[in-house]
């Protein structure tokens, strides 16, 4: 008898665990239907010609991850060709927004019809990379102080308090020799929040040299000046003495650098009387001006008052890349 109750026992215990099973697995297809019916996507919803009807967030997300791939196109730079004196304009490339496309999705009325939301991604190289910068937009009054520094590091330390009292940022052209003699001149201008940019390896004339040799003059020394300061410069050379012609600024903007010139030449390497400084930059000043100066006594003498008279005429004196963008570096 005992024997009888304990085979009932098994077979009972049997037919309920094949219950539960059979049970449980009804549950989980069923709550993955309302799950679907839930929170998937409603029915006849395409994408880019593609059904999405019914699928779970997670899905469509890992969907849209994957077309992104076949529509996301690189920018291309523009570029410029000494031999034919061509420039190629850049192209805009094209990116796909996941997040806001999966959003669309989840959100689409039955039968709806989408496309990837997209958005342009912009060349780092433009055609306006090739054509050396003399002066800023003119629609604000704002203007640069750009300093060219290949000497003059017993001034430098008198300057930079004017700049510091004055609340003014400038944008310094660094020579790689001076910069190897002074690293931690630079280290600290840097960290004053200044403007840090290339005046080349060495102070040689570029209108003298092959593009070999101009590509080494600004590579070798953004390194440089990389390695000083632990991050990259701004993207910007002021070519030594001043020289440019098609293939500096084709060297210049191929490497991805715009060609920095200026608007009022103080002359101050000169070293005039201060006055005569200061008459030159108020004299001339207008909107987008790039100033070029360097560390003498009487810049340093001149300064002040430049910066004081400038401010008074409502102008904001910002760094460069700030004036070419309008954006704080």
């Known amino acids: 008898m005992k024997l009888v109750i304990l085979e009932r026992k098994k077979i009972t215990w049997f037919f309920g665990w094949v219950l539960l099973v059979v049970l449980s697995t009804v549950a989980v297809t069923q709550w993955s239907a309302i799950q679907r019916r839930w929170y998937g996507v409603k029915d006849g919803v395409m994408l880019e010609g593609r059904s999405m009807a019914r699928l779970l967030p997670d899905e469509v997300r890992t969907i849209v991850t994957e077309m992104a791939k076949f529509y996301t196109l690189e920018p291309q730079n523009a570029g410029y060709f000494v031999e034919t004196g061509e420039v190629i304009p850049e192209k805009e490339g094209r990116g796909v927004d996941v997040e806001a496309t999966v959003a669309a999705v989840l959100a689409a009325e039955p039968g709806a019809r989408l496309n990837l939301i997209t958005y342009a991604i912009p060349a780092t190289v433009s055609k306006e990379y090739f054509t050396p910068v003399f002066q800023g937009p003119t629609d604000q009054k704002k203007a640069s102080l750009t300093i060219n520094v290949a000497w003059g590091e017993a001034e430098l330390p008198a300057l930079l308090k004017i700049l510091q009292d004055r609340g003014v940022k400038a944008t310094f052209f660094f020579d790689g020799a001076w910069v190897k003699k002074f690293p931690e001149m630079v280290k600290a201008i840097h960290a004053a929040g200044h403007e840090v940019a290339n005046h080349g390896l060495y102070h040689g004339h570029p209108a003298q040299m092959s593009r070999d040799e101009l ?68 004299d001339k000043i207008k909107p987008g001006a790039i100033i070029l100066m360097h560390p003498t006594v009487p810049t340093v003498q001149a300064l002040g008052q430049i910066i004081q008279t400038l401010q008074g005429q409502g102008y904001s004196l910002v760094t460069v890349s700030e004036l070419l963008t309008g954006k704080r570096p």
Do not use: C
Request: charged share 20%.
């Open 215 to 282: 590509k080494r003059l600004i590579v070798e020394n953004n390194q440089l000046l990389a390695e000083v300061i632990g991050t990259e410069p701004a993207k910007l050379f002021a070519p030594p003495y001043g020289e440019f012609n098609d293939q500096i600024v084709a060297v210049a903007g191929n490497l991805g650098y715009r060609t920095i010139m200026w608007t009022i030449d103080t002359i101050d390497w000169q070293r005039p009387a201060p006055e005569v400084i200061i008459r030159r930059v108020v």
